[in-house]
């Protein structure tokens, strides 16, 4: 019985079609990409759908082949930890021992080196030449299998697949705990083949769609094709969708990422300073002048004259985890969510962001660049900033904005300790006409070091609940309450973000 049952098909719901899917196991509803289809995008994740929720296992090994040659293009080893967790004790504490020795060779999902982009990374004889998320030198730990619900999503290394192959997959029995499930092997089970070519050089704008019925399936599929410096500017378009990827890149110019709608469009990893911590060398591997953390989901490294639009960014993961990273010159951020938990928006370089949202735990805010916000709302357990610009330029300026302290108590606005022996006395943030809830009295601090220069200033701060003024009598003694009366030249300066943006005027 059992053996007619795993020959029965299933019918499997892709794109709008009805696929017929032989399974190898009875409690498999479906696979993603569907057996023996074509003109699947090099980018592609891997799906399987159960019909109950399946266990990952501690063992066992998902490989996929090219088909014709038989060569393993890649696999993914269940017994290899997909990257370093807290809780452990000792001088390496709070990362997990060995197998990730951070002063030696590692034995990770991470093993990289790195490769050429778009999926045109060729396979060397030395074992795997994998290529690395937006060519970070240091490479990334992620997880090989991650499931929700009754579906098991599988991530390869990045930028194996190449156009116009057709590839199989095999899974080993240990890989998943489910009823009746007994491996998937052979050619037939499970394969599909590539588009024939990548979309033309030459093409200005292209889309990404989970589903696979764009150019891409990832965002960061589509981000590697285009060039770092193009002539004009480029658009990549962001169906609605889930993608659950970690997504970096650097040195891009003149790029436009614009999602089909705010809340819909989320992309979203699991990612933060213990599972993706500092690169150990950063002498060699990163550019000066740059601020280098993998703990992001989403990370703007080392750009200019980059515009994201509508779409929710988000880490799902507690700690040091930002949901977007910014580092870079004229980047504008216009109507994004963005989720984090400690340092959820860290924003380096000159920014302007506008109709968003920024939502986390506390230290909301973490940057050392100029960022202007206007018309954006910001929901925080704890602090909402933490300033580190130097006097070189501007800090943070909220011009008709809302700050809402989430849960029962009260915070304050933004806070500059010392740090390690640091102070930040040019720190600057500026809040004008703001609503406000939940901040306490005091409003600012703590502060360390000199303050004379410190800029935590407020004009017309007035209570979300009421619209009335604030009281702000026992505000921090290094803030400040401008007035028009003392400060028209002041306030009108900080109103416009080419003053605080070194010049630049968005569009």
């Not at 390496?92 to 590692?106: H, I, L, M």
């Not at 098991?152 to 029995?173: C, M």
């Not at 109507?335 to 340092?343: A, E, K, L, M």
């Amino acid at each position: 019985m059992n053996g007619i049952r795993r020959m029965m098909s299933t019918l499997l719901i892709s794109a709008g079609l009805l696929i017929c899917v032989p399974v190898q196991a009875a409690n498999i509803l479906g696979f993603y990409p569907p057996n023996a289809s074509k003109n699947v995008n090099p980018d592609t994740r891997l799906q399987l759908t159960f019909s109950e929720i399946p266990v990952l296992g501690k063992s066992g090994k998902i490989r996929v082949f090219e088909d014709g040659t038989d060569r393993l293009v890649d696999v993914l080893d269940l017994s290899i930890p997909a990257g370093p967790t807290q809780g452990v004790t000792g001088p390496k504490a709070p990362y997990t021992p060995e197998p990730y020795s951070y002063e030696g060779p590692r034995r990770t999902n991470a093993d990289t080196k790195p490769g050429t982009p778009s999926g045109l990374a060729a396979a060397t004889s030395d074992s795997f030449q994998l290529t690395i998320i937006g060519g970070f030198t240091d490479g990334f730990h992620f997880y090989p299998v991650l499931i929700h619900g009754t579906t098991a999503n599988i991530q390869l290394h990045h930028n194996l697949l190449g156009y116009g192959k057709k590839y199989y997959v095999e899974v080993d029995p240990e890989v998943f705990q489910a009823k009746d499930f007994v491996g998937i092997s052979g050619k037939k089970t499970w394969s599909f083949s590539t588009k024939k070519a990548a979309p033309k050089s030459t093409i200005d704008s292209i889309t990404v769609s989970a589903d696979g019925s764009g150019d891409f399936n990832t965002v960061q599929g589509a981000l590697d094709f285009f060039p770092d410096k193009p002539l004009n500017r480029k658009t990549i378009f962001i169906r609605d969708g889930d993608y659950e990827e970690i997504v970096y890149f650097r040195n891009k110019q003149n790029l436009t990422l614009c999602g089909e709608s705010q809340d819909k469009v989320v992309i979203h990893y699991a990612n933060n300073e213990v599972f993706n911590p500092h690169p150990s060398n950063l002498s060699t591997n990163e550019l000066p002048g740059t601020f280098p953390t993998r703990r992001a989901a989403f990370s703007v490294d080392h750009c200019s004259d980059l515009r994201l639009e509508k779409m929710t960014i988000q880490t799902t993961a507690k700690g040091q985890a930002e949901g977007l990273l910014v580092n870079g010159e004229r980047i504008y951020v216009n109507q994004v969510t963005i989720i984090g938990s400690g340092d959820a928006l860290q924003t380096n370089g000159s920014a302007y962001y506008v109709y968003s949202k920024v939502i986390g735990d506390g230290d909301l805010i973490l940057g050392r660049g100029a960022a202007f916000f206007r018309h954006c709302a910001f929901y925080s357990f704890g602090a909402f900033m933490w300033i580190r610009n130097t006097e070189a330029n501007h800090g943070n300026v909220f011009f008709d904005c809302m700050f809402k302290t989430q849960g029962m108590g009260e915070t304050e606005l933004a806070r500059a300790p010392v740090n390690g022996g640091k102070s930040y006395p040019f720190c600057e943030a500026v809040l004008l006409n703001c609503k406000l809830f939940g901040i306490s009295p005091i409003g600012w601090g703590p502060i360390g070091g000199f303050t004379a220069n410190v800029h935590f200033w407020e004009y017309n701060s007035t209570n979300l609940s009421d619209r009335k003024p604030v009281d702000v009598s026992n505000r921090h003694t290094a803030s400040r309450q401008l007035t028009m009366e003392k400060d028209s030249v002041l306030i009108e300066q900080y109103s416009r973000p080419e003053f605080v943006l070194g010049g630049w005027k968005p569009e």
